[in-house]
C-alpha cells in the first residue's frame, strides 16, 4: 500500500497502465543499448582494419613497385595478405577515398563507451521497476482473489 500510496497509484488500471510504461521504457532501453553496443563492435572492427592497412601499406607499395614480385612476396606474405584482407574489409564497410581519421574514431568510440554505460545503468533502473511493479501486482492481484473467494465459499454453503 505504501509502494502505492508513494507512486501515486489508485486505481488497479493505473498500476497496469504504470507497468505498460515502465515495461515500454525498459525495452527502448534495451534496443537502444543493443544499438550502441553495435555501433561499438562495428567501430572497433572498422578502428582495426584502418590501423591494419595503414600500417602494412608502405609493405604493400613497395610490393607494387617491386621487380620480382613472388620473390617480395614470399618474404613479406603475412604484412601483404594482412593489407589486402583489411582493404576488402574497409571496401565493404562502404569506405571509399580518403579514410576516417583513427584518432577521432576512438574518440568517438569512447564517447560511445560513455553513452553505453550511461544506457545501461538507465535499463538497469528500469528493469528493476519492472520487476518491482511485477510484484506489487502479483500482491494485488493475489489479496484481490482472497477477497473473492471467502464470498464463493459462503455462496456454495447457503445453495
Not at 73 to 79: F, K, P, V
Amino acid at each position: 500500500m505504501n509502494f502505492l500510496t508513494e507512486n501515486q497509484i489508485e486505481q488497479y488500471a493505473d498500476l497496469e497502465s504504470r507497468i505498460e510504461e515502465v515495461t515500454t521504457a525498459s525495452e527502448q532501453a534495451a534496443d537502444a543499448l543493443k544499438g550502441v553496443e553495435k555501433r561499438l563492435t562495428d567501430m572497433a572492427v572498422l578502428i582495426k582494419n584502418i590501423s591494419t592497412y595503414q600500417n602494412t601499406k608502405p609493405v604493400y607499395d613497395a610490393y607494387g613497385a617491386a621487380k620480382n614480385k613472388a620473390q617480395y612476396r614470399a618474404g613479406q606474405e603475412s604484412n601483404i595478405i594482412l593489407h589486402e584482407a583489411a582493404a576488402r574489409a574497409i571496401k565493404a564497410a562502404g569506405i571509399s577515398g580518403k579514410l576516417p581519421n583513427v584518432p577521432a574514431l576512438q574518440a568517438e568510440y569512447g564517447k560511445l563507451q560513455e553513452q553505453k554505460e550511461a544506457l545501461y545503468a538507465d535499463y538497469g533502473k528500469l528493469k528493476k521497476q519492472v520487476k518491482e511493479y511485477g510484484v506489487i501486482k502479483q500482491n494485488i492481484d493475489s489479496i484481490l482473489r482472497q477477497n473473492r473467494e471467502p464470498e464463493r465459499g459462503k455462496e456454495t454453503e447457503r445453495g
